[in-house]
């Protein structure tokens, strides 16, 4: 890696500048060896005030037209509304650019197919969906261990994504848009299962749901509680729960179970290695969202990016791999499959083929 | 309690001396305040010496009939083969004798409800099956937590039955009468949910599973490793996992959640309070077997049955509680009910509605 | 076992009914196989009603003289006032007793010298004192793993016995008579420690002390939270720490640690298999007193020592190895001795040489 | 910190180059925000080769002396062998430098005095020393906690560092330069526990140790495992435990004692968030060395310097605060005092009084 940090930086433009957005921008910026953050794009002016004092080197535009004609910007990193993704993958690509994509890729599965086809004509552009969880520390053991063989075949994972309750509801707001709850959240642990498993096919789900606490969710068809089955080829199971309303903070965990051990990551997700004892009994308080989980995990996943893009310019050994650690359009493809056929199980009560 | 200790003792045959028998056999004898062990009865000469050995003061028969004839026995302790249960307890009934029975009450709802409508003709009498994780203090402690509001109103259970895999796989010879994973294994943690969410009734579920290791059980339709969904009337859910291959022991475990917080029940099933740290880490070797997990709930759950009774015979306040604190047969009729679903999804690959 | 259970049970005459004394008698009326509790004695009227109502099978005397002189009682069980020990222990062996007896053995060194110097003309009667923490499952398993050579050789104990906050302070009023902290709560500690490697003699102490809540003991020279250092011959060393004031509850724990391991007994006081998930985070709930943290030991004590005394008659292999499982006098003199002089070095603040 | 990242970056000049002195000049050149790293310095070629290699940006020293007269650096960075510490301070303060400097600031407590007293010459220069842990989130979140009165008043630390343990003893060689393991490892919990404790003096130490398997520390008087307790004015108290023969890895943990509640910090040693099930038990793998468990502190230590020393210069409010939050010259001279005392407690068998 010195050898890269030498080598010419790779210069980003970040389209969006809300909460993600900025976080992302500030990691390229100062926390990813390799990378300048050349520019930065968002149609607020509020986005673009604060980019003014916290990204000072930075080329601030309000279009994102603009961002793709910078010849000096070699990849876009999108944290942009998840409605505009596949369109601006595309025009990414086609300005010449590299592509990293907040998920989800696209709510619409023949809007991710024509993604997926439109980007095999440039093989040469790196393109990586965000599901950070591959970069978190200990997902990434995890799955070092399992490809090592130390569980032995793995035939199971259960993943869950549970957010603290949000008393104002605020998120009922987004339902719509959303795509409901596994398209929103179950689709993490749809791609940590098949990263885990080896990336099979899905064959059949089953989803159900409980309204706990907000009702406002109902004309939306969507929940606030979901668990879900899915059946993978080769024999290959997976479970999902994905809550809106934990009392005690985002827990987010997942396990896989093999023929010779299962493995655990994030089982009780304490906020750090500092254990209270009062007349509470002895506790951990948790991390209260998934920003502050996977807070390191959004970091290596860039600084993992850019070593790719760069290894790829290299024609480093490694290269290919490295391009392959974080999820493909095909893994973002086959995710938002499994999370509509999961959105359209809980709708009509029936398991549903794919 | 000191008052029914000196009150004239349950008189108590067991039918049925295995292992489970033998356990039982011995906490009555040695370990239940106000009951003694008046008889016991095998058809098989090894368990009779064993009795005549461990169990002197037991009057032994080899017929289960000539025990229901004896009419000093007060209550029966069924710990027979499972096809047995369902007519051992109308008998034992119509002899007049209060019953306490291994589950599964049977593996044939039918039957089930036959014996359910014949018990209704013996309202003074204690039908308690033997769904001893109530009895836990753990699943106790949780129990009483949720009934006492802790967690506001419980609407989800995951709960799981993971045993220690047998590389002999000797249990695939018991396949054929077992009734499959979800009726052998899953029908506890289901009697736990509906326990936890107020005994609710179940609507539809879907299950599926995986073969890891025993191939064997595909001729018989069953799984080593089983998973399902289950919904329940009022929203409720709950998630099963039941598992025959796990390496580090019997994991059993369950969690339930509420609009305002959640319980988790045996989350590392440590066989102590003792860590080990080598050169493998820091670790807590686990319970083999569900005998070292339970053994304290078998022995409640005999000393909880021997209070019940004799507090309906006293006619305290509270008798009618403590008769109810284990599963009745209307509870293990429902239990029953949705395992055979859960079977019928598996086989089918479709939603089961009942 | 099954063998001693049909041979002549041990009679056993329990002295003293205070809160621990009732647990006791229950125990051995109850839940002992192979005794029957055929006495108890108290002076006061009180634990007399107490006993015609839960022990109605045992004759009941007020003067300890009296049970003494009861031919039909084979054992003595004292859990009297500490300074009542040593001499009914030598009393009940003149009169041909075996004796259990609650620790302290004294809180004077050269009456404990006296005892054990009494005690050798009787060499066919057992006598234990009640270092309860020898039979607690999870102590019990480590005694027996570092046995089994699992972490190497031991050189290292740290224990520690922290009790939860009484505000009111009634314990100071007991402050003279309880011989001070390291007397009335390390000599447990004390007590693992020499056991766990292997019986080695102390060679020199130090202690130090804080009064964090109670100021009232000061004036005894005694504190709430105690520390201490003891080496022992060979190079061995133990820690201590003892406090009145935890916020939380009974938390008592231990570690070992070996020239290839260490093991822990006991961290994370947690009262049972439950896990809290709230606004507080994730929280165990611990146990309150050292009953509940050590109820089951208190049981497994009383069925080794009659187990012992029936091993010691039946002419039984192992027997010798039986009525060694628990703390002998030696054992007690030795704690008494070290607890004094960690007194000593807390009243000097000097180190002290034995 | 927006603001400053655009303000003139801080200069900073690393001298000593060995492994721990790579991973400050990484840190300092590619992942501090305001700071860059402009010179560093070392007399070997490895170290220079590497630095080529690694620092491009970084004017190369062979002598110190040419570092401090590089006006174009502001601070100097020391991670040279610990002799050399005291004189490169002082030498550094002269030549206008701020001055990070990795512990211990000497093993000699006159030396130590007479850098404390240079340095109150030059009252507007920064300087830290390495007490990392400070650093911590974990630590840095108990710290706040303590307080904000979180534990009511603190009174009592039990602190440990603990190494996995070296099969070929190499640093058996050193051990005549480091001090002992009480001056080289339980400096930085003496450390931790005044800076818990609100940094009062020590009155009284005392301590023991034992060679458990390098036999070689014998003819220097030193040990592989040390135990310790300080009595602190106020009626304080510290216990400490130092081994170089772990099994399991780098255990270093802390705990902090107060009137209303108790903190823990660093309780298994967990190299992750994943647990491993398999025939073991369940297990987590440990940190295997202080690099490991303090990657993060050494960072943000960094970090922190760096922002102090430019709040500073910004005369920023909470400027003093932030240059506080190391340890100051002061605090080291302190923690080698209580050091030294220790050496000579375990030299002598005696309490030493401070």
Same mark, same amino acid.
Do not use: W
């Given at each position: 890696? /010195? $050898?890269? *940090?030498?080598? /010419? %930086?790779? !210069?980003?433009?970040?389209?969006? &500048?809300?909460?993600?957005?900025?976080?992302?921008?500030? +990691?390229?910026? =100062?926390?990813? %060896?390799?990378?300048t953050l050349a520019a930065a794009c968002s149609p607020l002016e509020d986005d673009l005030a604060w980019a003014r004092d916290a990204l000072p080197e930075a080329r601030l535009y309000r279009d994102y037209?603009? &961002?793709?004609v910078d010849t000096s910007v070699d990849a876009v990193w999108l944290v942009t509304p998840s409605a505009l993704h596949a369109q601006q993958i595309v025009? $990414?690509?086609?300005?010449?650019? #590299?592509?990293?994509?907040?998920?989800?890729?696209?709510?619409?599965v023949a809007e991710c197919e024509r993604v997926v086809e439109e980007a095999r004509?440039? %093989?040469?552009?790196?393109?990586? @969906?965000?599901?950070?969880?591959?970069?978190? %520390?200990? =997902? #990434?053991? $995890?799955? *070092?261990?399992? !490809? $090592?063989?130390? @569980?032995? !075949?793995?035939?199971?994972? !259960?993943?869950?994504?549970?957010?603290? +309750?949000d008393p104002d509801g605020f998120f009922v707001r987004f339902a719509p848009g959303s795509g409901g709850i596994f398209l929103d959240c179950t689709v993490h642990d749809i791609d940590v299962a098949r990263w885990l498993l080896g990336k099979p096919r899905a064959t059949r789900v089953f989803a159900a749901g409980a309204v706990a606490l907000h009702e406002g969710l109902r004309e939306y068809g969507d929940v606030d509680n979901g668990v879900a089955i899915c059946e993978f080829q080769g024999g290959k199971l997976a479970m999902f729960y994905a809550s809106r309303t934990m009392a005690h903070g985002n827990d987010t965990s997942s396990e896989v179970f093999g023929t010779a051990g299962a493995l655990a990551i994030g089982h009780l997700p304490r906020a750090n290695r500092v254990e209270i004892y009062d007349a509470h009994g002895v506790r951990s308080v948790c991390t209260p969202t998934f920003f502050d989980r996977f807070e390191e995990a959004f970091l290596i996943e860039a600084q993992a990016f850019v070593a790719a893009v760069r290894a790829r310019h290299g024609g480093e050994a490694g290269a290919v791999e490295h391009a392959q650690q974080g999820a493909t359009l095909e893994d973002a493809l086959e995710a938002t499959r499994i999370g509509f056929a999961l959105r359209e199980s809980l709708r009509t009560g029936q398991a549903v083929t794919l």
């Open positions: 890696m /010195q $050898a890269n *940090e030498r080598a /010419q %930086p790779l !210069r980003v433009g970040v389209a969006g &500048l809300g909460r993600l957005g900025r976080r992302h921008a500030g +990691n390229l910026a =100062y926390r990813v %060896p390799g990378a037209a603009e &961002l793709l025009d $990414a690509l086609r300005a010449g650019k #590299h592509v990293f994509c907040e998920k989800p890729l696209s709510l619409d004509r440039f %093989p040469d552009r790196q393109v990586t @969906i965000g599901f950070m969880r591959r970069f978190d %520390p200990s =997902y #990434h053991d $995890a799955f *070092e261990q399992v !490809r $090592a063989g130390a @569980i032995g !075949r793995p035939f199971l994972v !259960r993943s869950q994504t549970c957010d603290l +309750n």
